[in-house]
């Protein structure tokens, strides 16, 4: 094998909840008479909770204390998480089951490196809970991508080196964390537009020839 590790991002990668941030901020948004679109949102993408609101804030015309901005933050993750329990094993495609056990059954080490907080609760309602090696998320990291510590300490939990690691991303934020961390990355969705990654996915399964090099 190229690589002994692969180190996923979650959302827009194993799975798709942006409809439901963008509802959450949506509402959160609306609430303070913030104007807020899929535009806005799409910038969110792979920011951490705190610095998406801060950009949703530059349309905001008053100040706000950091107790509200934390109210308010914790507010859109309570909305959130109440729109993420209509997720279910359904949710997860057939070609990511199935590519995530070719990878397993070709010795591959697999580990989830996400800046959300959900992560877990999110795997959970997948039905992936305890089926990665490894997770490095939002609870365990102190600087949100694009800095690389959710990746390089997803490399750390594998016991692995990072240059023996591949990152797959679908956002900008994500393809920069993984280069600021020595890793090679594949991008899929969204982030083939970047020309910052090391592959272009067209498919999830394309990870089967590329991690055999």
Known sequence: ????????????????????????????????????????????????RMESFEIILENYYGSMSQEEKTFYAEKKNEVYKELLKHMSPKDLSQ??????????LKGLKLAIGSSSKNAGFILERLGLSGYFDAISDGNNITYSKPDPEVFLKAAQFLSEAPIDC????????????????????????????????????????????????
């Open 1 to 48: 094998m190229k690589y002994k590790a692969v180190i996923f991002d979650l959302d827009g990668v194993i799975c798709h909840t942006d409809r439901y941030h963008y509802q959450a901020w949506k509402q959160v948004a609306d609430d303070l008479g913030i104007y807020f679109d899929e535009e806005i949102n799409n910038r969110l993408r792979g920011v951490s």
């Open 95 to 104: 070609e990511v089951k199935e590519t995530l056990a070719a990878l397993r």
């Open 166 to 213: 591949l990152v797959v991303e679908d956002a900008k934020a994500g393809l920069e964390a993984a280069k600021a961390g020595n890793m090679d990355c594949g991008a899929i969705g969204d982030g083939k537009t970047c020309n910052i990654a090391t592959y272009q996915l067209d498919r999830f399964s394309d990870l089967l020839e590329i991690v055999e090099g």
